[in-house]
């Protein structure tokens, strides 16, 4: 598949997942593996905020990012949280030159073995709603295309979760978003689970929560709250196929 082929089947996907009632959490953690997949880039992950303007974890490629996106939010600092709040992307910043702007955050990023980071801002109309975080583990800068690429698929997930609800009033896509917020709770919960339950790791869990979800016509919030409540073991949950 060439690289133009694999970006339009990621547009396609995100639009496919857009369906009635759909899973906010699952389609950012789509854009967030895409984005490794599209992109020179080792890690992802998604900050939305709420209706109050406060940012939280929604979704990401990996534990080690849904951990550095968590602390960026408790040190309230960090690169996501400069997008976010200045609505510009924050673009080629060297995390080794970055003590002085973000002191507890770019250390501890450096530690798990990213040299870069790059975040994009969603946003639609002046409305800001999150921002996209890259990072990347190995020197250099990311190439122009890879950086407007970056921006377009923000964009686009943007312009999806917005429109989407178009009809819809304030309050109502308001408590959509609120309610994904509360629900990674949930899923956290749900992963640690079956991470037990299958002496898996953080990650694999995950992975399995989602294939089920997928194979059963389910949502993940549904899944994870299957598991929370003992409706559903961990062992019981569908093995992810193999990809080549």
């Known amino acids: 598949m060439t690289r133009e082929t694999f970006l339009i089947s990621t547009i396609v996907e995100l639009a496919d997942n857009l369906v009635d009632e759909f899973d906010l959490i699952d389609v950012l953690t789509v854009l967030s593996h895409r984005c490794v997949e599209a992109l020179d880039v080792d890690a992802v992950g998604v900050l939305l905020a709420t209706p109050s303007g406060e940012l939280q974890f929604v979704a990401s490629s990996s534990e080690s990012m849904r951990l550095l996106e968590l602390l960026q939010l408790q040190a309230n600092e960090g690169p996501c949280v400069d997008s976010y709040k200045s609505g510009a992307p924050v673009v080629d910043r060297q995390l080794r030159n970055s003590y002085d702007r973000w002191p507890v955050f770019a250390s501890r990023a450096v530690e798990y073995g990213f040299n870069s980071v790059h975040s994009f801002p969603m946003r639609l109309r002046g409305r800001t709603i999150g921002a996209l975080n890259l990072f990347r583990s190995s020197g250099g800068l ?65 992975i399995r929560m989602r294939t089920h979800a997928r194979n059963h016509n389910l949502k993940l919030t549904e899944v994870s709250r299957m598991i929370v409540d003992s409706e559903l073991s961990g062992v019981d949950l569908d093995e992810p196929a193999s990809r080549h």
């Open 142 to 206: 990311l190439n122009e295309f890879d950086v407007t690429l970056a921006q377009g698929l923000a964009d686009v997930a943007t312009i999806a979760i917005l429109q989407h609800r178009s009809s819809l009033d304030a309050k109502v896509l308001n408590d959509q978003l609120s309610f994904a917020l509360k629900s990674r709770i949930v899923i956290e919960q749900a992963k640690g689970m079956v991470s037990q339950a299958t002496s898996s790791d953080m990650d694999q869990a995950f």
